[in-house]
């Protein structure tokens, strides 16, 4: 059984800036609960006592500098929008002895045993009271360490959280800060005043198809699932670029597919495959967008805060599975390059719009039937190919694993990137338990 050897607050090491903070429309349609991400080390000479005191003691720093991780959220009114209190109330560290080892967790698939490497959360409690950083750090009885940490969601996206991650670990190991400071100011990123609606269609913020037949999603809700933690190689995601490219558009002179184009339109296809639709079942596929360079200007670098969309691409499953990858490959495509600094001011101002923005908030919760469902026949791909996620040194080596800490809802996958950085994938995936053996097949089958 695991062994909890210390529990700490861990607060800001100077004074910092007090007071209450807006967030954007982009955090505000965010989950309220907590990413989780996990890392991995190996065997060394660090005790647990050792290797908390470094944490706590260069988190306390990091604090300083991105001080909104260490406030709480405070409910506005009842639309369910959110306000920051940079109170420096901290950030809650954990240290566990377990008699596991590295070894016992496999290929790292995030399973609840994973899961159990990350502090929970209790949401029942009230936000006020919540803290916006949970940390983790477990020393297995081979020697090795793993790192989990949970971070608000409302607060922060994937690449503003790397940031904090990697600016924390160069205090730890005593280089200091080393790139420009957070840039913390998120009015830059509000629903422009000179709109008063949107100015396009928002598929995104609409209801998702459901199975044919079916009047709600109660049902699909209710469906056991499981993870896959799958690798695609460098040469199967060239021959699948490949494939994608054998296109009619392409071959007419039209720009070729990515290689993310090609694997997101195969987990696509894969997927509507596996969980046997019929021909004309709608389907649509959630794209994470990044808007951070996609604004006019862009937004200032290190912007610390949510800066990604969701945007859907439509189709049926008949049409999917019936035609070529490319085909998948082109709505993937079209999807995406709708995304221009006028869409992304119109998704602005349609959220600023709503009465209640919690319908569009969903829960990394497995089995939660609180907030929007992005099951079957849906599917949500977040790639972290062009993410800084690896050479997390807190002053024991870099990390041998890093990845997602849980899966929280059916058709959810991550596309992580090999830590060789040659092209490969791993492919984490949740599915229902019905589909995982015929997805696990066709992934590799249809290369």
Known sequence: MPKLMATYTVKPAKETPGGYKCLSE???????THAPTIYFYPPGNFSIEKAADILRNSLSEALVIFYPLAGRLHSIDGSGRLKLDCNAAGALLVAVESEAKIDDFGDFRPTPEIRALIPCVDYNKPIDELP????QVTKFSCGGLSLGLGISHILVDGLAALDFISEWAKIARGEGPGNPPPFLDRSVFRAPEHLTAPVFDHPEFGPQPLLIGQKDDVEERKNETSVLLLKLSKA???KLKEKANEDENVSNGGRPYTRYEAVAGHIWRTACKARQHETNQPTSLLIAVDARNRMEPP??????????FRITAESTSGELVSKSLGYASGKVRQAKEKVTPEYLESCLVFVKNQKD????????????SKGAFYGNPVIEITSWARLPIYGADFGWGREIYMGPGGLGYDGKVFLIPEPALDGSFFVAVRLQVRHIDAFHKFIYQDI
Do not use: W
């Open 132 to 135: 916006l950083l949970v940390v």
């Open 357 to 368: 923005v919690t319908k569009f908030r969903n829960f990394h919760t497995v089995g939660c």
């Open 236 to 238: 199967q995601t060239e």
């Open 299 to 308: 937004l200032p670098p290190m912007y610390f805060g949510n800066a990604v």
């Open 26 to 32: 982009c955090d505000q349609i965010k989950s309220v």
